[in-house]
């Protein structure tokens, strides 16, 4: 296997997620690290993987994201050279779920994949909630779940359920969550560690029940 993918969680766990990175951190930003860290304590076995516009940033490089569906080759050829075992659930951060989100029906047609879990899924840019990203997930046929703060400024709980969207899609909502599902705990009464905890004990119960 190559030394693209950070791995965590047991090796014979039955199922496999496979996580891309948002649009402007990398694989191992704090986030994305303990989301795959919450995940991988339930049973999960997590592999982490870059895009190649991030990873020409550990060399010195500012390559800005390019479109997100310019990514569909990239992520289909992680999955590839990733060559899980077992069942593999798609997902990511923010654009790492867009893109799984895109390529995902072709792939759970052919057998190849169990499911789609997107971790603050980007249903639309900052402050422009007219410029919807949801086309393709009204008639989405994999089975998927997306993991919501209610105060995300990419897709607010008030904003989210006039969503036309495929009735495969279930959402967890995390109270008083960003973008990386943090809420206030002052505020809340919930710490990050909460959120993650319940993100992944909603994740393993929902997998579980994957037709597989």
């Given amino acids: 296997m190559s030394e693209r993918f950070l791995l965590q969680g047991p090796e014979n766990a039955r199922f496999t997620i496979l996580l891309a990175h948002g649009a402007g951190a990398p694989m191992d930003s704090a986030s994305m690290t303990s989301a795959a860290e919450a995940l991988a304590a339930v049973g999960f076995r997590v592999a982490r993987f870059e895009f190649a516009y991030m990873a020409a940033r550990r060399s010195g490089g500012r390559k800005p994201p390019p479109r997100a569906e310019t990514l569909n080759p990239e992520y289909e050829a992680a999955i590839a050279e990733l060559d899980a075992s077992g069942p593999l659930i798609l997902g990511g951060k923010s654009m790492g779920g867009r893109v799984a989100s895109m390529i995902a029906d072709d792939l759970h047609r052919q057998g190849k994949i169990a499911g789609l879990l997107c971790l603050g899924y980007p249903f639309h840019p900052p402050g422009q909630p007219e410029k ?69 004990k909603t994740a393993k119960a929902w997998a579980e029940r994957l037709a597989i």
């Fill in 132 to 200: 919807l990203r949801t086309a393709h997930l009204k008639g989405l046929a994999t089975p998927a779940l997306i993991c919501q703060g209610t105060r995300d400024e990419f897709g607010t709980r008030d904003e989210v359920p006039g969503y036309n969207l495929s009735d495969k899609i279930e959402i967890l909502w995390l109270e008083d969550g960003d973008h990386d599902l943090k809420p206030r705990k002052k505020i809340s009464g919930f710490s990050a560690a909460d959120h993650l905890a319940t993100m992944a």
